[in-house]
């Protein structure tokens, strides 16, 4: 019986999350990462045309308990100087436009609606934040499965099937 985790079982996995404007969706999974996960993700988030962390995201994720309003948005080239054990796209736009990004063990594909483009056709500012905060739970069930990801040297295979979680139907590994 183990009675301790050897150093690359401790290593926490570094996941950047990834999304056009790195506003919204990718903002709202680095906080869930962080609030869920911070003893097992090292969350970070950018986008490929970064536009300011959305004030309603932080506002629905305050309202969860999860304070992201110290995030900021930032451009995949700030983070791309440091070694990712896996990249998540969050949006279908991201996964056509991001240009090839190294992960050492997988790149996960999860589109979620985008909740500006939805709250774009909604009659009022409850019905806009009802938006987000569907989005935002989502986000927060996707978020959860991560803790299934593989956790140690790139050489350990993932599994077979790519799934991430067993009831996960709509992650992909790319």
């Known amino acids: 019986m183990r009675k301790g985790r050897s150093e690359?079982?401790?290593?926490?996995?570094?996941?950047?999350?990834?999304c056009t404007g790195n506003s919204c969706r990718s903002q709202m999974a680095e906080g869930w990462a962080r609030a869920l996960l911070g003893d097992l993700v090292e969350p970070h988030s950018a986008g490929?045309?970064?536009?300011?962390?959305?004030p309603r995201a932080v506002k629905v994720m305050a309202e969860a308990g999860v304070d992201i309003s110290r995030q900021r948005s930032k451009h995949l080239d700030e983070v791309s100087s440091l070694?990712?054990?896996?990249?998540?796209?969050?949006?279908?736009?991201?996964?056509?436009?991001?240009?090839?990004?190294?992960?050492?063990?997988g790149v996960i594909h999860r589109s979620f609606d985008d909740p500006p483009l939805l709250a774009s056709q909604?009659?009022?500012?409850?019905?806009?934040?009802?938006h987000y905060r569907r989005v935002r739970d989502e986000i927060r069930n996707f978020v959860e499965t991560l803790k299934d990801l593989?956790?140690?040297?790139?050489?350990?295979?993932?599994?077979?099937d790519g799934s991430?979680?067993?009831?996960?139907?709509?992650a992909e590994r790319v």
């Not at 690359?8 to 990834?18: A, D, I, P, S, W």
């Open 48 to 54: 490929v045309a970064p536009s300011g962390v959305d």
């Open 150 to 160: 593989p956790h140690g040297s790139p050489s350990e295979e993932p599994k077979r």
């Open 122 to 130: 909604a009659k009022d500012e409850e019905e806009i934040l009802d």
């Open 83 to 105: 070694d990712f054990d896996f990249v998540v796209t969050l949006c279908d736009d991201t996964r056509q436009s991001c240009p090839f990004f190294p992960a050492r063990m």
């Open 164 to 170: 991430l979680a067993p009831d996960d139907d709509h």
């Open 8 to 18: 690359r079982e401790k290593r926490k996995l570094r996941v950047l999350f990834l």
